[in-house]
C-alpha cells in the first residue's frame, strides 16, 4: 500500500502587518550598509494603526560616535518602504505619508561588541570575529523543485508573488496590500501528486462582491501558478473563505519584525533554530549561518550527494568557531553523512568571518530577501551551486 500524507505550508503578503515590520527593519539595514559596510544593525519594527515604532541597537563605526540621523533618513526610508508595499491609497489608516514614527534605536552594547569585533579585548582569549549570539540554525535542501525547495512552501511564495504583481499592475484596482496564501499537497510514496487545497486571503476594497474576487483570482493567479499536473477535480479553492477582508494591515493587525520565521524558510518541512532573519546585520549567525546552512545543504543536493540534506550549525556568542556542525540527509546519501559531513568541513568555512566572506553578505542585499521566502530565489548568494565539483572531489577522496 501506497504511503500518502498531505502537508500543507503558508506565505504572506508584502502587506501582511509582520512583513511591513520586516520590510522596514530591511530597508533600514540596507541603508546602514550602503553608509559602511561594518555597521552592526539590530533594527525590530512595529505597527500597528497608524504608528511605526523602531527598537533596537544600531553602530556605524564610520559616523565615530555621531547620530545615526547625520547620515540617514530614518522618516524618508520608513515612508518609503511603505510606499513600496503599497500602503498609499486614501482609505488607508496606515498611510506612508501619514504615520507617526517613533525612534527608539540605540548603539550596539560594548560588551557584545567586542566579543563580534575582530579584536584583542579584555576577558577575550582570540583577537578573531566571533559569533553575534550563540544558538543554532539549519539549513534544508530537497530535489522536488527546481530552487531544491519543498513544494508546498514554493507554491505558496509564487502565490503571494503572482498576487502581488496583478495589484501592483492595477489590472485589478480593488486588491489591497495585506494577503496570506496556503498550499497543501498530497504526497505518495514520498513524492508530491496533488495539490488538495489552495488558501488565498486578501484585503480588498468595500466595493467588490466576494463571488468577483474568488472568480478572478482562480482564473488570474491559482490556475496560473499551481502545475496542471498537481491539480485535480477534487482540488478545492478557499478564497476569502471569512467573507469579507477590507479591515487589514495594521490597521486590523499589529506587526512585529520576526513573526514570520517558517515563512521566511521552508515552510515547516525543515527544521528551525528559532532565530529570525530581517533587521540583522550579518554578525549576527542567526541570520548568516542559517543562510550559510541553506547553500551548504543545497550544493549537497545539487552534487547528486543526495535527494534530501538538512544542516544544523551551533555557535557560541564571540567564539570564532561553530561548536558543531552536523549533516543529515535522512538515509538518502550515496554515502554515509559521516563521509559527506567531513568533505563539507573540508570545503565550507563556517568560521563568522569566513560566512561573510565566501557569501559577500556585507552588501545592502537583504531588502530583496524581506518577502516570499529568503531561500529559492534566483541571484542570492546562497543560493549558488558553485561548490558541487568540489564537495564530490572530497566525498571521493574522504571515502
Known amino acids: 500500500m501506497a504511503n500518502s500524507f498531505v502537508f500543507s505550508s503558508e506565505s504572506v503578503g508584502e502587506g501582511h502587518p509582520d512583513k511591513v515590520s520586516d520590510f522596514i527593519s530591511d530597508s533600514i539595514l540596507d541603508a546602514c550598509l550602503s553608509v559602511d559596510k561594518n555597521s552592526r544593525v539590530a533594527c525590530e519594527t512595529l505597527v500597528k494603526s497608524n504608528v511605526v515604532v523602531l527598537a533596537g541597537e544600531i553602530s556605524i563605526p564610520k559616523l565615530k560616535g555621531k547620530p545615526i540621523e547625520s547620515v540617514l533618513n ?36 560594548a560588551d557584545i561588541g567586542q566579543g563580534v569585533d575582530a579584536r584583542e579585548a579584555e576577558g577575550k582569549t582570540h583577537a578573531e570575529q566571533g559569533a553575534g549570539d550563540q544558538g543554532i540554525m539549519f539549513g ?20 503571494g508573488r503572482e498576487l502581488a504583481r496583478v495589484r501592483k499592475s492595477g489590472k485589478a484596482n480593488w486588491l489591497r496590500p495585506d494577503a496570506k496564501t496556503q498550499v497543501s499537497v498530497r504526497y505518495v ?12 486571503s486578501t484585503q480588498h476594497t ?25 491539480q485535480s477535480k477534487q482540488t478545492e479553492f478557499l478564497i476569502n473563505p471569512t467573507g469579507r477582508f477590507v479591515i487589514g494591515g495594521p490597521q486590523g493587525d499589529s506587526g512585529l519584525t520576526g513573526r514570520k520565521i517558517i515563512v521566511d524558510t521552508y515552510g515547516g518541512w525543515g527544521r528551525h533554530g528559532g ?9 549576527k549567525v542567526d541570520r548568516s549561518a542559517a543562510y550559510m546552512a541553506r547553500w551548504v545543504a543545497k550544493n549537497v543536493v545539487a552534487a547528486g550527494l543526495a535527494p534530501f540534506c538538512e544542516l544544523q550549525l551551533a555557535y557560541a556568542i564571540g567564539h570564532p568557531e561553530p561548536v558543531s556542525v552536523f549533516v543529515d540527509t535522512f538515509d538518502t546519501g550515496i554515502v554515509p553523512d559521516s563521509v559527506i559531513s567531513d568533505a563539507v568541513t573540508e570545503v565550507f568555512n ?5 560566512i561573510v566572506r565566501q557569501l559577500k553578505l556585507l552588501q545592502p542585499i537583504y531588502r ?13 548568494p546562497w543560493e549558488q551551486t558553485t561548490k558541487t565539483k568540489a564537495l564530490m572531489a572530497a566525498v571521493k577522496r574522504l571515502s
Not at 532565530?275 to 554578525?283: I, M, R, T, V
Not at 563556517?350 to 569566513?354: E, I, L, M, R, S
Request: with cysteine; charged share 25%; glycine share 8%.
Open 275 to 283: 532565530g529570525a532573519f530581517s533587521g540583522k546585520d550579518p554578525s
Open 140 to 159: 534544508y535542501a530537497c530535489t522536488e523543485t527546481d530552487e531544491l525547495m519543498p513544494t508546498p512552501v514554493m507554491l505558496a511564495h509564487l502565490l
Open 206 to 230: 468595500a466595493d467588490v462582491s466576494r463571488a468577483k474576487i474568488e472568480s478572478y483570482l482562480i482564473k488570474h493567479v491559482v490556475k496560473k501558478v499551481i502545475p496542471r499536473h498537481l
Open 189 to 200: 510514496d514520498g513524492k508530491p501528486k496533488e495539490v488538495v487545497n489552495v488558501v488565498i
Open 368 to 380: 530583496s530577501t524581506t518577502n516570499y521566502g529568503h531561500f529559492g530565489k534566483a541571484g542570492l
Open 74 to 109: 530614518l522618516d524618508n526610508i520608513v515612508r518609503g518602504a511603505i510606499r513600496e508595499i503599497g500602503y498609499v491609497n486614501d482609505d488607508d489608516v496606515f498611510h506612508a505619508d501619514r504615520v507617526f514614527i517613533q525612534n527608539l534605536l540605540t548603539s550596539q552594547s
Open 350 to 354: 563556517f568560521k563568522p568571518a569566513g
